[in-house]
DNA sequence: CACGCGATTGCCT
DNA sequence: GGCAATCGCGTGC
């Protein structure tokens, strides 16, 4: 994907991500899904971002050019970002959720249950499953033959989905802002089912002809 | 170098 | 719903 697509304002760029594809090489195959929720955290303007007081060593590469990735630890786990906007703005995309498509069996083994909501329906699940940490802060995974990243209109993997949006998980400053970005109605995505407009029992129907044009995945 | 805390998760009531 | 575990990082002494 080129570039410009991430030289976006940072809420644009986190709809769009979702129905994208984030996916790993990782043990001999590949493990991931389809992102179904995420959040937008902007720069030295929002008290909730980790750019809010700006650079400093552990955050640099959120300051990265866009498109490339912020590995950062919290409570002894991982979250994964993608960088938006030019390079030096400081703001990035939060993945909260996938919905699991490959290398489930890693996933199930990585976070030691059989209930597929636990493999990727939170940020720290899912660089549990998908074997993300620090190593690869400040990556590009698109010049990386080992990860695919590609945004939802890219992949063509879904027709229509319906966005909901709330204020965002976790946070104690700017709460208020909606900022937090979802499937509607999928099972895979994280925090209070009331959320949703529709039941969340929904999982996304990725047809064959789409499936097979990401065959690659599956080797 | 001590201390407090967090863009989380898991377990308990 | 509440709350503890856990550990890297930022702050301040």
Not at 42 to 54: F, I
Request: a positive charge.
């Amino acid at each position: 994907m080129d570039d410009a697509f991430y030289d976006r304002t940072t809420d644009q760029v986190a709809r769009d991500l979702l129905g994208g594809i984030l996916s790993k090489r990782d043990r001999g195959r590949w493990i991931g899904g389809v992102i179904v929720e995420t959040e937008a955290y902007l720069s030295t303007n929002d008290p909730a971002s980790h750019a809010h007081r700006g650079l400093t060593p552990s955050n640099t590469s959120m300051f990265g050019p866009p498109g490339s990735i912020y590995v950062y630890p919290i409570h002894a786990k991982h979250c994964i970002n993608v960088v938006t906007q030019a390079s030096g703005t400081g703001s990035a995309v939060l993945i909260r959720a996938l919905q699991p498509i490959w290398g489930t069996s890693l996933m199930k083994r990585r976070r030691n249950s059989h209930d597929d909501r636990r493999w990727t329906s939170g940020p720290g699940m899912i660089c549990q499953s998908l074997g993300i940490d620090r190593r690869h802060d400040g990556i590009d995974p698109e010049v990386d033959p080992k990860w695919c990243l590609m945004p939802g209109p890219a992949t063509g993997l879904v027709n229509k989905i319906s966005i909901t949006t709330t204020p965002r998980i976790g946070v104690s400053q700017a709460k208020e802002l909606p900022l937090r970005f979802f499937v509607d109605g999928n099972r895979y995505v994280s925090g209070r089912a009331a959320d949703h407009k529709r039941p969340r029992r929904e999982t996304l129907k990725i047809s064959e002809a789409a499936l097979r044009r990401f065959g690659f995945l599956l080797s």
